[in-house]
């Protein structure tokens, strides 16, 4: 029999690519990983890592396995909340992970709300941008995954549960003394020949797509994924540039100022996550509670 703990120690080397290395980060001994890799290896019947010196390389049935082990473990995970918060523990613990301008604006207050209701539960949260905090959802290593996109793709998230939370409207951000900082509104097009400042090549895509849609290509002057510092740049006279509305939140934007950019682009903002870890009472409770920040966002 295939026991979970097991499965566990499998994906950790794996991930790691070794028993030493498996063993750090599972928070235990080298020769415990190898006796239970022997254990699981025994259950199976067959091979599941090949060892060649220092490196270590899965079998075809070792991979298979690793494949299934995501799915497995979170089912596990499901069925053990779930028998918790029916035998009356009243105990959860859910682990987020949140793009950086979520983190200091959504879940502030949805984990708030989610402390005062239920003391019991207890959230961890971490930052990635997706496409990663989609991967660590699929691949086991958080719970719940505030995530965005423009546009959806075909058949993107399919496999997820897509909690939509809100439309984020992209804004343009000008030097107070831009001669467009007046303006109610700005068409894309008049900021043609000004330096921009924008994020890394991935971040700047949507960005690139609507600026080459209005006949021109941005000339970008300064890169970088720091909202504050794209405020500071474009306070200091620096260039332009556009930021989703929930990214100014929690930023002054000190010698600069928002305008309505024309053609409007959103961001859709959503929480994910797997099916069998919705029906967890813990999980399921932090989705409605980012659920309602959105709504007072």
Not at 10 to 38: I, N, W
Not at 190 to 202: F, K, N, V
């Amino acid at each position: 029999m295939i026991e979970a703990r097991h499965l566990r120690v499998l994906r950790a080397v794996a991930a790691t690519g070794s028993f030493s290395a498996a063993a750090r980060e599972l928070g235990c001994t080298q020769p415990a990983v190898s006796q239970q890799m022997k254990a699981l290896e025994s259950s199976a019947g067959t091979p599941l890592l090949i060892r060649t010196g220092r490196e270590m390389r899965l079998t075809q049935a070792g991979e298979a396995l690793v494949r299934h082990a995501s799915g497995i473990l979170a089912g596990l995970t499901a069925a053990e909340e779930e028998v918790a918060a029916i035998a009356g523990l009243r105990a959860g613990r859910v682990r987020l992970v949140s793009f950086p301008s979520g983190s200091s604006t959504l879940v502030p207050t949805a984990l708030a709300a989610l402390r005062a209701a239920h003391p019991g539960t207890r959230v961890s949260l971490v930052e990635a941008e997706p496409p990663r905090s989609v991967e660590m959802l699929r691949d086991g290593d958080c719970d719940v995954a505030l995530a965005f996109r423009y546009g959806a793709g075909p058949a993107e998230w399919d496999d997820l549960v897509v909690r939509p939370l809100l439309a984020d409207r992209l804004v343009g951000l000008v030097p107070d003394s831009h001669r467009l900082a007046d303006a109610e509104s700005v068409g894309i097009a008049e900021l043609a020949d000004e330096p921009w400042i924008a994020g890394c090549p991935r971040c700047r895509r949507q960005l690139v797509e609507v600026c080459e849609e209005a006949g021109f290509t941005p000339r970008i002057d300064f890169a970088t994924d720091d909202y504050p510092a794209v405020v500071g740049l474009v306070g200091a006279g620096l260039g332009v540039a556009v930021l989703p509305r929930l990214a100014l939140e929690s930023v002054r934007p000190k010698g600069a100022r928002t305008v309505a950019v024309e053609p409007a682009v959103e961001r859709e903002i959503v929480a994910l996550t797997l099916p069998d870890l919705a029906q967890v009472p813990a999980v399921a409770a932090t989705l409605d509670e980012l659920s309602r920040a959105a709504t007072r966002a």
